[in-house]
């Protein structure tokens, strides 16, 4: 139960941008929050992955490529990670176009330093235990919370939801994401190509010379993202 002052304890299952954005808020309206996700680190779909060759680490922004901030709420975020170094306009992707830096799970990285977050939790299943929650997983505490949280995508959800809120554990169900092949490739010089960025060429949906992007290191690095379409029709052969 909450305490006299109203403030509860609270799991958040999955800490991506969403489920780190709602931590912050309800840590500063003095609730008790602790995160859990499966991840060794920040990051959700907004991850980064390094790379060693040859002694050299290679750096790839494998998920989003970049971000918007549109929401006045989220502008003045926005204003904040980039007062704090953790954000960076690039303009190669557009005129509203941001980027984390050094890496794309910068923001992430931040928000996650002001809270309790626990990664390589797989949570399995929320269990509900007379007034109060437990959840259950491999790593998972022997607590009990007031409230859980799911912020995981719609195909991690409804599982977690089907004992406890069906409805809305047959919406995730129904809520398909797009699926998307990505190749993550670095090579000894910069490529010949003028832009740093390519949209909407055949198979490829977009690729990017990720050095391209503010604070990143000189090695030539390029994502190169398939088209949603390509990837759900090769989505099941080997990546080789």
Same mark, same amino acid.
């Given at each position: 139960?909450?305490?006299?002052?109203?403030?509860?304890?609270?799991?958040?299952?999955?800490?991506?941008?969403?489920?780190?954005?709602?931590?912050?808020?309800?840590?500063?309206?003095?609730?008790?929050?602790?995160?859990?996700?499966?991840?060794?680190?920040?990051?959700?779909?907004?991850?980064?992955?390094?790379?060693?060759?040859?002694?050299?680490? =290679?750096?790839?922004?494998?998920?989003?490529?970049?971000?918007?901030?549109?929401?006045?709420?989220?502008?003045?975020?926005?204003?904040?990670?980039?007062?704090?170094?953790?954000?960076?306009?690039?303009?190669?992707?557009?005129?509203?176009?941001?980027?984390?830096?050094?890496?794309?799970?910068?923001?992430?990285?931040?928000?996650?330093?002001? =809270?309790?977050?626990?990664?390589?939790?797989?949570?399995?299943?929320?269990?509900?235990?007379?007034?109060?929650? %437990?959840?259950?997983?491999?790593?998972?505490?022997?607590?009990?919370?007031?409230?859980?949280?799911?912020?995981?995508?719609?195909?991690?959800?409804?599982?977690?939801?089907?004992?406890?809120?069906?409805?809305?554990?047959?919406?995730?169900? %129904?809520?398909?994401?797009?699926?998307?092949?990505?190749?993550?490739?670095?090579?000894?010089?910069?490529?010949?190509?003028?832009?740093?960025?390519?949209? %909407?060429?055949?198979?490829?949906?977009?690729?990017?010379?990720?050095?391209?992007?503010?604070?990143?290191?000189?090695?030539?690095?390029?994502?190169?993202?398939?088209?949603?379409?390509?990837?759900?029709?090769?989505?099941?052969?080997?990546?080789?």
């Amino acid at each position: 139960m909450p305490d006299a002052g109203g403030a509860m304890r609270i799991a958040i299952v999955g800490a991506g941008m969403a489920g780190l954005s709602c931590g912050q808020r309800l840590s500063r309206l003095g609730h008790e929050v602790r995160l859990f996700d499966k991840g060794r680190g920040p990051g959700g779909r907004m991850a980064t992955r390094r790379m060693e060759d040859g002694g050299t680490t =290679l750096h790839f922004d494998h998920g989003a490529q970049y971000f918007t901030a549109r929401d006045p709420r989220f502008v003045e975020q926005v204003a904040h990670w980039e007062a704090s170094g953790v954000a960076a306009r690039w303009a190669a992707a557009g005129d509203d176009a941001w980027v984390g830096t050094p890496a794309m799970n910068a923001p992430l990285k931040a928000m996650a330093g002001e =809270l309790g977050v626990q990664f390589g939790t797989r949570i399995e299943q929320l269990v509900r235990d007379g007034e109060g929650w %437990q959840i259950d997983g491999e790593g998972a505490p022997d607590a009990r919370f007031d409230a859980v949280l799911v912020a995981v995508p719609a195909e991690q959800a409804g599982p977690l939801l089907q004992p406890h809120a069906p409805a809305m554990a047959r919406l995730a169900d %129904q809520t398909a994401s797009d699926p998307c092949w990505t190749l993550m490739a670095g090579f000894e010089a910069p490529l010949a190509l003028v832009q740093d960025t390519l949209r %909407q060429r055949g198979p490829i949906g977009w690729a990017a010379r990720n050095n391209a992007k503010p604070g990143r290191a000189n090695e030539e690095c390029w994502v190169i993202q398939a088209s949603p379409e390509w990837s759900r029709a090769h989505l099941e052969e080997d990546a080789e």
